[in-house]
C-alpha cells in the first residue's frame, strides 16, 4: 500500500468545496489546501476536514499555486482535484482499492476527468489526465493557466477507469481572468503551443472570432503542436469561420483535420452538421462514419461520447425522415434510444413513428 497526499489550490470556493471534501475524505492520507485569497468561507470549511492549510499570493500562474501545493505533500503520491470536483462512491471505492495494491513502481495515473453531462446526470464528455503523481519522480506543474503536469523523471504511466466529475454550482466566466493571462504570455513573446491553442480557444470563448482565426492558424503552423489539440483547433477554427459568414472556410477548416490524425467522431459531426442543409446524401455519409468510429481516449483527447453513437443516430433519423424513408428513420431512432432511451427527441419519435406505422397497416 502507498500513501496519498490530496494537494488543492482554492479560492472562494465556499458553495463547493464541502461537497468535494466529503467525497474525498478517508481516501487520502493527508489533505493539503492552498488558499489563493479567499474573503468568505472556504478555510473555514477546509479546517472542518484538514489542519494543513497554507496562504499563497496569487501572481496569476496557476502552474506556481499548483507546484506549492504539491511541494507541501509527504506522501508517496501527490494527487490533486479542484474544489468543483466530485469523487462518486463507486470512483471512492475504486481509489481505496488502488491504493492498497499500489506498490510504488507506477510513475502517474491517468483517470478520466468527466466535464459534461446529459440530463439524467451520466457523463458525455471527458478525456484522460494525469492525476495522481509518484513524488520521487518529482513531478512539476507548467503553464499559467490550463497548467499540465509531468514528472521530470520517466516512469511508467497507467490508464485507470476510475473517474472524477467536474461539477460546477455556479456559471462562473473565467474567459476575462484566462485571456488577460495568456495575452500577457503570448504578448511577452511566448511561442509555446499550448498557449496558443489556448489562447485561441478563450478568445473563441470570448466571441473575438478574428482574432481567434489569426492565433489558430498560428498555432496550427506551430510544428511543435501537440496533434490532438490541432484537431480540435481546427474545429474551433471552423465554428470561428461559420460565425462570420466564411462558409468555405468552415468546411475546409474541417478536412483540415485530417491531416492531423485520424477522423473522429466528433469532426464527422461537425461535418454532417455542415452538410445537413446542403447535401442529405453527404450529410448520411458523414454521420454513418462517425458510427462506425470509437472514441480513442488514450489519445487524451477532449471526447463527446455523444458524437459516437446518440448524436449520429438521432440526426440520421431526422435526415432519413426528410427522405420520407420512414423505415430507416425508425431504426436510425431505436438506435438513438439504445444511448438515451429517456430522451424527449427519442420519445417523440417513437411516438410519431408509431403513428406512422398504424397508418400504413390500416391503408392495407
Same mark, same amino acid.
Given at each position: 500500500?502507498?500513501?496519498?497526499?490530496? !494537494?488543492?489550490?482554492? #479560492?472562494?470556493?465556499?458553495?463547493?468545496?464541502?461537497?468535494?471534501?466529503?467525497?474525498?475524505?478517508?481516501?487520502?492520507?493527508?489533505?493539503?489546501?492552498?488558499?489563493? =485569497?479567499?474573503?468568505? $468561507?472556504?478555510?473555514?470549511?477546509?479546517?472542518?476536514?484538514? &489542519?494543513?492549510?497554507? /496562504?499563497?499570493?496569487?501572481?496569476?500562474?496557476?502552474? %506556481?499555486?499548483?507546484?506549492?501545493?504539491?511541494? #507541501?505533500?509527504?506522501?508517496?503520491?501527490?494527487?490533486?482535484?479542484?474544489?468543483? &470536483?466530485?469523487?462518486?462512491?463507486?470512483?471512492?471505492?475504486?481509489?481505496?482499492?488502488?491504493?492498497?495494491?499500489?506498490?510504488?513502481?507506477?510513475?502517474?495515473?491517468?483517470?478520466?476527468?468527466?466535464?459534461?453531462? /446529459?440530463? #439524467?446526470?451520466?457523463?458525455? *464528455? $471527458?478525456?484522460?489526465?494525469?492525476?495522481?503523481?509518484?513524488?520521487?519522480?518529482?513531478?512539476?506543474?507548467?503553464?499559467?493557466?490550463?497548467?499540465?503536469?509531468?514528472? +521530470?523523471? %520517466? =516512469?511508467?504511466?497507467?490508464?485507470?477507469?476510475?473517474?472524477?466529475?467536474? #461539477? $460546477?454550482?455556479?456559471?462562473?466566466?473565467?474567459?476575462?481572468?484566462?485571456?488577460?493571462?495568456?495575452?500577457?504570455?503570448?504578448? @511577452?513573446?511566448?511561442?509555446?503551443?499550448?498557449? +496558443?491553442?489556448?489562447?485561441?480557444?478563450?478568445?473563441?470563448?470570448? =466571441?473575438? *472570432?478574428? %482574432?481567434?482565426?489569426?492565433?489558430?492558424?498560428?498555432?496550427?503552423?506551430?510544428?511543435?503542436?501537440?496533434?490532438?489539440?490541432?484537431?480540435?483547433? !481546427?474545429?474551433?477554427?471552423?465554428?470561428?469561420?461559420?460565425?462570420?459568414?466564411?462558409?468555405?472556410?468552415?468546411?475546409?477548416?474541417?478536412?483540415?483535420?485530417?491531416?492531423?490524425?485520424?477522423?473522429?467522431?466528433?469532426?464527422?459531426?461537425?461535418?454532417?452538421?455542415?452538410?445537413?442543409?446542403?447535401?442529405?446524401?453527404?450529410?448520411?455519409?458523414?454521420?454513418?462514419?462517425?458510427?462506425?468510429?470509437?472514441?480513442?481516449?488514450?489519445?487524451?483527447?477532449?471526447?463527446?461520447?455523444? !458524437?459516437? =453513437?446518440?448524436?449520429?443516430?438521432?440526426?440520421?433519423?431526422?435526415?432519413?425522415?426528410?427522405?420520407? /424513408?420512414?423505415?430507416?428513420?425508425?431504426?436510425?431512432? /431505436?438506435?438513438?434510444? +439504445?444511448?438515451?432511451?429517456?430522451?424527449? @427527441?427519442?420519445? *417523440?419519435?417513437?411516438?410519431?413513428?408509431?403513428?406512422?406505422?398504424?397508418?400504413?397497416?390500416?391503408?392495407?
Amino acid at each position: 500500500m502507498v500513501t496519498v497526499s490530496l !494537494c488543492m489550490i482554492v #479560492k472562494n470556493e465556499e458553495d463547493v468545496l464541502g461537497r468535494c471534501l466529503e467525497s474525498a475524505k478517508d481516501i487520502f492520507d493527508e489533505i493539503i489546501i492552498i488558499d489563493t =485569497g479567499s474573503t468568505d $468561507k472556504t478555510k473555514e470549511i477546509a479546517s472542518r476536514y484538514t &489542519d494543513k492549510i497554507y /496562504d499563497f499570493e496569487w501572481i496569476d500562474d496557476f502552474a %506556481a499555486a499548483r507546484n506549492f501545493a504539491f511541494s #507541501k505533500g509527504t506522501c508517496d503520491y501527490k494527487f490533486w482535484l479542484d474544489a468543483d &470536483d466530485v469523487i462518486s462512491e463507486t470512483n471512492r471505492e475504486k481509489l481505496i482499492k488502488l491504493k492498497a495494491v499500489a506498490d510504488g513502481s507506477v510513475g502517474v495515473f491517468r483517470m478520466y476527468y468527466g466535464i459534461v453531462f /446529459d440530463e #439524467k446526470g451520466n457523463c458525455t *464528455y $471527458k478525456y484522460y489526465r494525469g492525476r495522481m503523481f509518484l513524488a520521487k519522480l518529482h513531478p512539476i506543474w507548467k503553464g499559467r493557466v490550463h497548467e499540465t503536469c509531468t514528472t +521530470q523523471t %520517466a =516512469g511508467i504511466s497507467i490508464d485507470t477507469d476510475i473517474e472524477i466529475y467536474h #461539477k $460546477k454550482k455556479t456559471a462562473e466566466n473565467h474567459t476575462p481572468r484566462n485571456l488577460r493571462i495568456l495575452k500577457n504570455e503570448i504578448e @511577452s513573446g511566448s511561442t509555446d503551443p499550448r498557449t +496558443q491553442y489556448y489562447y485561441s480557444r478563450e478568445l473563441m470563448y470570448s =466571441g473575438d *472570432y478574428k %482574432a481567434q482565426i489569426k492565433m489558430a492558424e498560428i498555432f496550427l503552423e506551430n510544428p511543435a503542436g501537440w496533434y490532438v489539440n490541432k484537431i480540435s483547433a !481546427c474545429q474551433d477554427l471552423a465554428f470561428a469561420k461559420m460565425k462570420t459568414g466564411d462558409t468555405d472556410g468552415q468546411i475546409r477548416a474541417l478536412v483540415r483535420s485530417f491531416s492531423y490524425g485520424a477522423p473522429t467522431g466528433e469532426v464527422c459531426c461537425d461535418i454532417g452538421k455542415f452538410f445537413s442543409k446542403r447535401d442529405t446524401k453527404t450529410a448520411i455519409f458523414w454521420y454513418e462514419t462517425a458510427l462506425l468510429l470509437k472514441p480513442d481516449y488514450n489519445s487524451g483527447a477532449f471526447i463527446n461520447e455523444d !458524437c459516437y =453513437g446518440y448524436i449520429p443516430a438521432i440526426e440520421l433519423c431526422v435526415l432519413y425522415y426528410g427522405k420520407k /424513408d420512414y423505415k430507416k428513420a425508425s431504426e436510425m431512432n /431505436d438506435l438513438a434510444a +439504445q444511448f438515451k432511451p429517456a430522451n424527449a @427527441s427519442v420519445l *417523440y419519435n417513437k411516438s410519431l413513428f408509431d403513428k406512422i406505422n398504424n397508418e400504413i397497416s390500416q391503408n392495407e
